[in-house]
Protein backbone atom coordinates (compact mmCIF):
# COMPACT_ATOMS: atom_id res chain seq x y z
CA UNK A 1 0.00 0.00 0.00
CA UNK A 2 1.83 3.35 -1.14
CA UNK A 3 0.39 6.39 1.17
CA UNK A 4 1.41 9.93 1.57
CA UNK A 5 4.46 10.02 4.21
CA UNK A 6 3.52 12.48 6.59
CA UNK A 7 0.58 10.96 8.19
CA UNK A 8 2.03 7.79 8.00
CA UNK A 9 5.47 8.85 9.76
CA UNK A 10 3.04 10.05 12.54
CA UNK A 11 1.17 6.74 13.19
CA UNK A 12 4.92 4.34 12.70
CA UNK A 13 5.62 6.58 16.20
CA UNK A 14 2.98 6.74 17.56
CA UNK A 15 2.50 2.76 16.41
CA UNK A 16 5.52 1.97 18.95
CA UNK A 17 5.74 4.63 21.64
CA UNK A 18 8.09 6.87 19.93
CA UNK A 19 10.77 3.90 21.03
CA UNK A 20 12.74 3.10 18.03
CA UNK A 21 11.45 6.06 15.51
CA UNK A 22 11.75 8.77 18.37
CA UNK A 23 14.23 10.87 16.27
CA UNK A 24 13.25 9.94 12.94
CA UNK A 25 12.06 14.05 12.52
CA UNK A 26 15.62 14.99 13.08
CA UNK A 27 16.90 13.38 10.37
CA UNK A 28 17.02 13.86 6.88
CA UNK A 29 14.51 10.89 5.79
CA UNK A 30 12.50 12.86 8.52
CA UNK A 31 12.88 16.68 7.09
CA UNK A 32 11.87 14.81 3.31
CA UNK A 33 9.11 13.53 5.00
CA UNK A 34 7.84 16.87 7.01
CA UNK A 35 8.23 18.70 3.58
CA UNK A 36 6.24 16.81 1.44
CA UNK A 37 8.88 15.25 -1.39
CA UNK A 38 8.22 11.48 -0.35
CA UNK A 39 5.89 8.82 -0.23
CA UNK A 40 6.43 5.29 1.67
CA UNK A 41 5.73 1.90 0.54
CA UNK A 42 4.45 -0.05 3.74
CA UNK A 43 2.01 -2.40 4.33
CA UNK A 44 -0.89 -2.16 7.05
CA UNK A 45 1.42 -1.42 9.73
CA UNK A 46 -1.66 -2.84 11.96
CA UNK A 47 -0.23 -5.92 11.33
CA UNK A 48 3.04 -4.87 12.06
CA UNK A 49 5.03 -5.18 16.10
CA UNK A 50 7.84 -2.03 16.52
CA UNK A 51 10.25 -4.91 16.41
CA UNK A 52 9.48 -5.55 12.57
CA UNK A 53 8.61 -2.15 12.21
CA UNK A 54 13.11 -1.89 13.26
CA UNK A 55 13.87 -4.28 10.30
CA UNK A 56 12.79 -2.13 7.41
CA UNK A 57 15.84 -0.65 5.61
CA UNK A 58 15.83 2.93 4.94
CA UNK A 59 18.31 5.27 2.98
CA UNK A 60 18.86 8.59 1.82
CA UNK A 61 20.95 9.09 -1.59
CA UNK A 62 22.34 12.05 -2.79
CA UNK A 63 21.91 11.73 -6.81
CA UNK A 64 23.07 14.86 -8.26
CA UNK A 65 22.24 17.40 -5.58
CA UNK A 66 18.46 15.54 -5.53
CA UNK A 67 17.56 13.68 -2.36
CA UNK A 68 16.33 10.31 -3.29
CA UNK A 69 14.61 8.06 -0.52
CA UNK A 70 14.45 4.48 -1.11
CA UNK A 71 12.03 2.37 1.72
CA UNK A 72 13.26 -1.34 1.10
CA UNK A 73 10.95 -4.02 2.72
CA UNK A 74 12.65 -7.22 3.80
CA UNK A 75 11.21 -10.89 3.07
CA UNK A 76 11.18 -11.78 6.64
CA UNK A 77 9.44 -9.13 8.38
CA UNK A 78 6.56 -9.12 5.70
CA UNK A 79 6.24 -12.82 5.97
CA UNK A 80 5.90 -12.81 10.03
CA UNK A 81 3.39 -10.55 9.49
CA UNK A 82 1.40 -12.76 7.33
CA UNK A 83 1.38 -10.19 3.90
CA UNK A 84 2.42 -13.30 2.08
CA UNK A 85 1.60 -11.41 -1.26
CA UNK A 86 4.13 -8.91 -1.09
CA UNK A 87 6.89 -11.45 0.00
CA UNK A 88 6.27 -13.73 -2.31
CA UNK A 89 9.47 -15.14 -3.53
CA UNK A 90 11.59 -13.19 -1.86
CA UNK A 91 10.25 -10.16 -3.81
CA UNK A 92 11.88 -6.84 -3.11
CA UNK A 93 10.09 -3.35 -2.74
CA UNK A 94 11.50 -0.24 -2.85
CA UNK A 95 9.36 3.44 -3.24
CA UNK A 96 11.22 6.50 -4.15
CA UNK A 97 10.77 10.04 -4.12
CA UNK A 98 8.20 12.06 -5.34
CA UNK A 99 9.49 15.57 -6.83
CA UNK A 100 8.17 18.41 -6.10
CA UNK A 101 6.99 20.34 -9.28
CA UNK A 102 9.89 22.90 -8.74
CA UNK A 103 12.28 19.81 -9.16
CA UNK A 104 10.62 17.39 -11.35
CA UNK A 105 13.20 18.42 -14.41
CA UNK A 106 15.74 15.25 -13.64
CA UNK A 107 13.63 12.21 -12.67
CA UNK A 108 15.90 9.83 -14.39
CA UNK A 109 18.77 9.14 -11.78
CA UNK A 110 15.41 8.35 -9.50
CA UNK A 111 14.16 6.35 -11.70
CA UNK A 112 17.40 4.08 -11.96
CA UNK A 113 17.97 4.31 -8.78
CA UNK A 114 15.03 2.74 -7.60
CA UNK A 115 14.98 0.09 -10.42
CA UNK A 116 18.53 -0.42 -9.32
CA UNK A 117 17.93 -1.01 -5.83
CA UNK A 118 14.71 -3.15 -6.52
CA UNK A 119 17.48 -5.20 -9.09
CA UNK A 120 14.62 -4.62 -12.09
CA UNK A 121 17.80 -3.75 -13.75
CA UNK A 122 21.95 -4.01 -13.09
CA UNK A 123 24.10 -2.23 -10.67
CA UNK A 124 26.52 -2.58 -13.46
CA UNK A 125 26.41 -0.57 -16.53
CA UNK A 126 28.18 -2.78 -18.85
CA UNK A 127 25.96 -6.28 -18.12
CA UNK A 128 24.91 -8.25 -20.73
CA UNK A 129 21.35 -9.39 -19.87
CA UNK A 130 19.06 -9.86 -22.30
CA UNK A 131 16.21 -7.45 -20.74
CA UNK A 132 12.78 -7.29 -22.60
CA UNK A 133 9.79 -5.13 -20.97
CA UNK A 134 5.77 -6.74 -21.75
CA UNK A 135 3.48 -4.76 -21.91
CA UNK A 136 -1.05 -5.77 -22.06
CA UNK A 137 -3.53 -5.88 -20.58
CA UNK A 138 -4.86 -7.54 -16.86
CA UNK A 139 -8.70 -8.44 -18.87
CA UNK A 140 -7.85 -10.68 -21.62
CA UNK A 141 -8.84 -13.56 -23.43
CA UNK A 142 -8.03 -17.40 -21.96
CA UNK A 143 -6.55 -17.70 -25.32
CA UNK A 144 -4.46 -14.63 -25.49
CA UNK A 145 -3.02 -15.05 -22.02
CA UNK A 146 -1.82 -18.86 -23.31
CA UNK A 147 -0.25 -17.26 -26.07
CA UNK A 148 1.46 -14.83 -24.19
CA UNK A 149 2.78 -17.48 -21.99
CA UNK A 150 3.94 -19.56 -25.08
CA UNK A 151 6.05 -16.63 -26.13
CA UNK A 152 7.65 -16.09 -22.96
CA UNK A 153 8.57 -19.95 -22.62
CA UNK A 154 9.95 -19.95 -25.79
CA UNK A 155 12.11 -16.96 -25.55
CA UNK A 156 13.34 -18.50 -21.96
CA UNK A 157 14.89 -21.13 -24.39
CA UNK A 158 17.19 -18.36 -25.97
CA UNK A 159 20.56 -19.88 -24.05
CA UNK A 160 23.28 -17.37 -24.92
CA UNK A 161 22.72 -14.63 -21.88
CA UNK A 162 20.53 -14.44 -18.68
CA UNK A 163 17.33 -12.82 -19.25
CA UNK A 164 14.74 -10.52 -17.38
CA UNK A 165 11.29 -10.30 -18.00
CA UNK A 166 9.91 -6.85 -16.80
CA UNK A 167 6.24 -6.31 -16.73
CA UNK A 168 3.95 -4.63 -14.84
CA UNK A 169 3.48 -7.61 -12.00
CA UNK A 170 0.26 -7.80 -12.20
CA UNK A 171 -2.25 -10.06 -13.47
CA UNK A 172 -3.04 -11.21 -17.04
CA UNK A 173 -0.33 -10.14 -20.05
CA UNK A 174 1.92 -8.86 -17.04
CA UNK A 175 2.04 -12.49 -15.97
CA UNK A 176 2.02 -14.68 -19.05
CA UNK A 177 5.13 -14.40 -20.14
CA UNK A 178 6.82 -14.97 -16.12
CA UNK A 179 4.46 -18.22 -16.21
CA UNK A 180 5.67 -18.94 -19.15
CA UNK A 181 9.64 -18.47 -18.29
CA UNK A 182 8.65 -20.94 -15.42
CA UNK A 183 7.38 -23.82 -17.84
CA UNK A 184 11.07 -23.92 -19.52
CA UNK A 185 12.89 -23.81 -16.17
CA UNK A 186 10.66 -26.77 -15.08
CA UNK A 187 11.45 -28.49 -18.44
CA UNK A 188 14.85 -27.54 -18.87
CA UNK A 189 15.52 -28.52 -15.03
CA UNK A 190 16.80 -24.65 -14.85
CA UNK A 191 16.25 -20.99 -14.18
CA UNK A 192 18.86 -17.79 -15.89
CA UNK A 193 15.94 -15.89 -16.21
CA UNK A 194 14.81 -13.14 -13.95
CA UNK A 195 11.05 -11.89 -13.42
CA UNK A 196 10.58 -8.05 -12.66
CA UNK A 197 7.74 -6.05 -12.08
CA UNK A 198 6.91 -2.15 -12.37
CA UNK A 199 3.88 -0.94 -10.40
CA UNK A 200 2.83 2.24 -8.60
CA UNK A 201 0.94 2.94 -5.43
CA UNK A 202 -2.66 3.22 -6.75
CA UNK A 203 -2.15 -0.11 -8.70
CA UNK A 204 -0.95 -2.15 -6.04
CA UNK A 205 -3.26 -0.16 -3.66
CA UNK A 206 -6.53 -1.82 -5.68
CA UNK A 207 -4.61 -5.31 -7.13
CA UNK A 208 -1.26 -6.99 -4.96
CA UNK A 209 1.89 -8.32 -7.81
CA UNK A 210 1.60 -11.79 -9.06
CA UNK A 211 3.23 -14.53 -7.10
CA UNK A 212 5.66 -15.27 -9.79
CA UNK A 213 7.19 -11.37 -9.96
CA UNK A 214 10.78 -11.80 -7.68
CA UNK A 215 11.69 -8.46 -8.17
CA UNK A 216 9.49 -5.40 -7.79
CA UNK A 217 10.24 -1.82 -8.21
CA UNK A 218 7.12 0.54 -6.91
CA UNK A 219 7.01 3.92 -7.99
CA UNK A 220 4.73 6.48 -6.72
CA UNK A 221 3.08 8.21 -9.02
CA UNK A 222 2.07 6.77 -12.49
CA UNK A 223 4.18 8.84 -14.60
CA UNK A 224 7.21 7.47 -13.24
CA UNK A 225 6.40 3.96 -13.66
CA UNK A 226 5.89 4.58 -17.16
CA UNK A 227 9.27 6.67 -17.29
CA UNK A 228 10.85 3.18 -15.70
CA UNK A 229 8.84 0.93 -18.61
CA UNK A 230 10.64 2.97 -21.20
CA UNK A 231 13.96 3.31 -19.82
CA UNK A 232 14.23 -0.23 -18.92
CA UNK A 233 15.57 -3.02 -20.97
CA UNK A 234 16.71 -3.14 -24.87
CA UNK A 235 13.38 -4.12 -26.03
CA UNK A 236 9.45 -3.02 -25.73
CA UNK A 237 6.70 -6.01 -26.62
CA UNK A 238 3.29 -4.57 -26.45
CA UNK A 239 0.22 -7.68 -26.17
CA UNK A 240 -3.33 -6.13 -26.56
CA UNK A 241 -4.75 -4.51 -23.71
CA UNK A 242 -7.14 -2.04 -22.79
CA UNK A 243 -6.48 1.72 -22.05
CA UNK A 244 -3.92 1.19 -19.95
CA UNK A 245 -2.04 -0.31 -22.91
CA UNK A 246 -3.00 2.34 -24.72
CA UNK A 247 -2.00 4.79 -22.92
CA UNK A 248 1.74 2.86 -22.34
CA UNK A 249 1.86 2.97 -26.26
CA UNK A 250 0.98 6.70 -26.29
CA UNK A 251 3.64 7.51 -24.14
CA UNK A 252 5.93 5.35 -26.13
CA UNK A 253 4.81 7.20 -29.83
CA UNK A 254 5.42 10.70 -27.65
CA UNK A 255 9.05 9.68 -26.79
CA UNK A 256 9.87 8.90 -30.25
CA UNK A 257 8.27 11.78 -32.13
CA UNK A 258 10.51 14.24 -29.38
CA UNK A 259 12.60 15.89 -31.75
CA UNK A 260 15.57 15.45 -29.29
CA UNK A 261 15.63 11.71 -29.80
CA UNK A 262 16.56 11.52 -33.39
CA UNK A 263 18.93 9.27 -33.48
CA UNK A 264 18.61 7.52 -30.41
CA UNK A 265 18.31 3.69 -30.96
CA UNK A 266 14.92 2.50 -29.11
CA UNK A 267 12.60 -0.14 -30.47
CA UNK A 268 8.84 -2.07 -29.80
CA UNK A 269 6.46 -4.47 -31.20
CA UNK A 270 3.24 -5.28 -31.35
CA UNK A 271 2.76 -8.85 -31.30
CA UNK A 272 0.24 -11.47 -30.80
CA UNK A 273 -1.78 -14.05 -33.21
CA UNK A 274 -3.73 -14.04 -36.13
CA UNK A 275 -6.76 -13.73 -33.76
CA UNK A 276 -5.48 -10.12 -33.13
CA UNK A 277 -5.23 -8.99 -36.01
CA UNK A 278 -8.50 -6.63 -35.77
CA UNK A 279 -6.99 -5.57 -32.27
CA UNK A 280 -4.07 -3.97 -34.31
CA UNK A 281 -6.23 -2.65 -36.95
CA UNK A 282 -8.28 -0.68 -34.71
CA UNK A 283 -5.15 0.49 -32.81
CA UNK A 284 -3.56 1.79 -35.55
CA UNK A 285 -6.22 2.82 -37.37
CA UNK A 286 -7.74 5.10 -34.57
CA UNK A 287 -4.08 6.79 -34.57
CA UNK A 288 -4.26 7.61 -37.86
CA UNK A 289 -7.44 9.29 -37.36
CA UNK A 290 -6.78 10.68 -34.29
CA UNK A 291 -3.06 11.62 -35.00
CA UNK A 292 -2.72 11.43 -38.52
CA UNK A 293 -0.72 9.05 -40.71
CA UNK A 294 2.42 11.52 -40.36
CA UNK A 295 2.84 10.22 -36.95
CA UNK A 296 2.17 6.69 -37.85
CA UNK A 297 4.61 6.49 -40.48
CA UNK A 298 7.37 8.51 -38.62
CA UNK A 299 7.22 5.97 -35.45
CA UNK A 300 6.83 2.81 -37.92
CA UNK A 301 4.04 1.45 -36.28
CA UNK A 302 2.49 -1.15 -39.48
CA UNK A 303 6.30 -2.43 -39.56
CA UNK A 304 6.13 -2.85 -35.51
CA UNK A 305 3.16 -5.72 -36.02
CA UNK A 306 4.32 -8.90 -35.32
CA UNK A 307 1.73 -11.64 -36.05
CA UNK A 308 2.13 -15.28 -36.06
CA UNK A 309 2.32 -18.20 -33.94
CA UNK A 310 4.14 -18.03 -30.65
CA UNK A 311 7.51 -19.88 -31.81
CA UNK A 312 7.55 -17.12 -34.51
CA UNK A 313 6.88 -13.98 -32.25
CA UNK A 314 8.98 -14.90 -30.18
CA UNK A 315 12.27 -15.48 -32.85
CA UNK A 316 10.85 -12.01 -33.56
CA UNK A 317 11.35 -10.73 -30.80
CA UNK A 318 14.89 -12.18 -30.06
CA UNK A 319 15.63 -11.18 -33.14
CA UNK A 320 15.30 -7.02 -32.41
CA UNK A 321 16.05 -7.29 -28.69
CA UNK A 322 20.00 -8.65 -30.13
CA UNK A 323 19.89 -5.88 -32.33
CA UNK A 324 19.16 -3.56 -29.97
CA UNK A 325 22.08 -5.26 -27.91
CA UNK A 326 24.46 -4.51 -30.30
CA UNK A 327 23.28 -1.12 -30.73
CA UNK A 328 23.19 -0.19 -27.31
CA UNK A 329 27.09 -1.77 -27.29
CA UNK A 330 27.94 0.43 -30.02
CA UNK A 331 27.11 3.33 -27.87
CA UNK A 332 28.93 2.23 -24.52
CA UNK A 333 31.79 1.91 -26.89
CA UNK A 334 31.20 5.20 -28.40
CA UNK A 335 30.43 7.10 -24.69
CA UNK A 336 32.57 5.25 -22.20
CA UNK A 337 32.67 7.82 -20.08
CA UNK A 338 29.21 8.82 -19.91
CA UNK A 339 27.40 7.38 -16.98
CA UNK A 340 23.70 7.56 -18.97
CA UNK A 341 25.06 4.75 -21.21
CA UNK A 342 23.88 1.25 -20.12
CA UNK A 343 23.06 -1.69 -21.57
CA UNK A 344 19.47 -2.01 -19.71
CA UNK A 345 18.45 1.32 -19.16
CA UNK A 346 18.02 3.84 -22.25
CA UNK A 347 19.38 7.17 -20.02
CA UNK A 348 20.00 8.87 -22.79
CA UNK A 349 16.29 9.51 -24.05
CA UNK A 350 14.40 12.72 -23.33
CA UNK A 351 11.35 12.27 -21.77
CA UNK A 352 9.46 15.54 -22.71
CA UNK A 353 7.94 17.78 -19.66
CA UNK A 354 4.41 16.75 -20.28
CA UNK A 355 5.12 13.29 -19.41
CA UNK A 356 7.19 13.68 -16.48
CA UNK A 357 5.11 15.96 -14.38
CA UNK A 358 2.32 14.32 -12.74
CA UNK A 359 -1.38 15.01 -14.47
CA UNK A 360 -3.96 14.76 -11.11
CA UNK A 361 -7.41 14.70 -12.72
CA UNK A 362 -10.04 16.97 -12.13
CA UNK A 363 -12.70 18.57 -13.84
CA UNK A 364 -10.17 21.32 -14.55
CA UNK A 365 -7.27 19.58 -15.75
CA UNK A 366 -9.30 17.56 -17.75
CA UNK A 367 -11.21 20.48 -19.40
CA UNK A 368 -7.55 22.29 -20.30
CA UNK A 369 -6.38 19.58 -22.04
CA UNK A 370 -5.74 20.66 -25.68
CA UNK A 371 -7.26 17.28 -28.09
CA UNK A 372 -6.26 19.16 -31.77
CA UNK A 373 -4.06 18.44 -33.58
CA UNK A 374 -2.92 22.45 -34.06
CA UNK A 375 0.31 21.30 -32.10
CA UNK A 376 3.46 19.69 -32.47
CA UNK A 377 3.44 15.61 -32.55
CA UNK A 378 4.77 15.02 -29.24
CA UNK A 379 2.60 17.30 -27.70
CA UNK A 380 -0.67 16.12 -29.00
CA UNK A 381 -0.01 12.68 -28.49
CA UNK A 382 1.27 13.85 -24.45
CA UNK A 383 -2.11 15.45 -24.13
CA UNK A 384 -3.90 12.35 -25.43
CA UNK A 385 -1.90 10.21 -22.90
CA UNK A 386 -3.23 12.27 -20.21
CA UNK A 387 -6.61 12.01 -21.23
CA UNK A 388 -6.77 8.16 -21.38
CA UNK A 389 -5.68 8.48 -17.99
CA UNK A 390 -8.20 10.04 -17.33
CA UNK A 391 -10.55 7.53 -18.44
CA UNK A 392 -8.86 5.10 -16.33
CA UNK A 393 -9.21 6.92 -13.48
CA UNK A 394 -12.96 7.59 -14.13
CA UNK A 395 -13.74 3.97 -14.86
CA UNK A 396 -11.41 2.46 -11.56
CA UNK A 397 -10.48 4.87 -8.71
CA UNK A 398 -12.15 7.94 -6.68
CA UNK A 399 -12.98 10.04 -9.65
CA UNK A 400 -15.33 7.20 -10.61
CA UNK A 401 -17.39 8.84 -7.58
CA UNK A 402 -16.92 11.89 -8.91
CA UNK A 403 -18.60 11.09 -12.14
CA UNK A 404 -21.10 9.32 -11.02
CA UNK A 405 -22.56 12.50 -8.46
CA UNK A 406 -21.30 15.28 -10.51
CA UNK A 407 -21.65 13.72 -14.67
CA UNK A 408 -19.00 13.25 -16.81
CA UNK A 409 -16.38 15.64 -17.61
CA UNK A 410 -16.36 17.81 -20.41
CA UNK A 411 -13.20 18.24 -22.75
CA UNK A 412 -12.55 20.49 -25.35
CA UNK A 413 -10.99 19.01 -28.46
CA UNK A 414 -11.27 18.41 -32.41
CA UNK A 415 -14.53 16.09 -33.03
CA UNK A 416 -12.21 13.92 -35.62
CA UNK A 417 -9.46 13.71 -32.99
CA UNK A 418 -12.48 12.45 -30.47
CA UNK A 419 -14.06 10.64 -33.12
CA UNK A 420 -10.94 7.85 -33.24
CA UNK A 421 -10.82 7.87 -29.60
CA UNK A 422 -14.89 7.21 -28.92
CA UNK A 423 -14.25 4.44 -31.54
CA UNK A 424 -11.88 3.26 -29.67
CA UNK A 425 -13.24 3.16 -26.66
CA UNK A 426 -16.07 1.54 -27.70
CA UNK A 427 -14.09 -1.38 -29.05
CA UNK A 428 -12.67 -1.95 -26.02
CA UNK A 429 -16.08 -2.06 -24.28
CA UNK A 430 -17.04 -4.43 -27.23
CA UNK A 431 -14.10 -7.13 -26.24
CA UNK A 432 -14.61 -6.66 -22.59
CA UNK A 433 -11.04 -4.71 -22.10
CA UNK A 434 -12.46 -1.65 -20.28
CA UNK A 435 -11.33 -1.88 -16.15
CA UNK A 436 -14.32 -1.32 -13.89
CA UNK A 437 -17.25 -3.63 -14.79
CA UNK A 438 -20.26 -1.65 -16.62
CA UNK A 439 -18.79 1.26 -18.86
CA UNK A 440 -20.35 4.47 -18.49
CA UNK A 441 -18.90 7.10 -20.57
CA UNK A 442 -17.16 9.31 -18.50
CA UNK A 443 -16.95 12.44 -20.63
CA UNK A 444 -18.36 14.82 -23.07
CA UNK A 445 -17.12 17.03 -25.87
CA UNK A 446 -17.62 20.84 -25.04
CA UNK A 447 -20.58 22.09 -27.20
CA UNK A 448 -21.64 18.71 -28.46
CA UNK A 449 -25.71 17.43 -27.92
Not at 223 to 232: P, V
Request: aromatic letters at 6%.
Amino acid sequence: MMVPARPILDTLIESDGGRSLKNIHKTEVGRMMQAGLCGLLYPDIAHLSPEQIQNFLCEVEIVQGKAHLAIVAPKGPLQHAEIDRLSNAGTSIVAGLAYAPREIAHTREAVQSILINADVINGSAETEDLSIVFQGGARISNYEYKFAKLVGAEIAKFPHAPKKFITGGGRGIMRAPHRGSQITAMERGENDTTNCGVSCGKIIAAEPPNSIVTKLAVFEQIERRLEAFTRSGQLTVFFPGGTGTFEELLYVLAVLTEPKNQGIHYTFLLAGSEENLEYYDTVISTLEQSLGTDIVEQTQLKERVCIGKPEEVAQRILKEAEASRWARRKEITGKPNDAHVRMDFHGGIHIPKGLRVPFLVTRESVAALQLHREQSAADIIVNLRRFLYSVSCACISKERDEVAQNGPFVVSGDPEVMAGIDRLLEFFVAMQRMNGGTYQKPYILRGAA
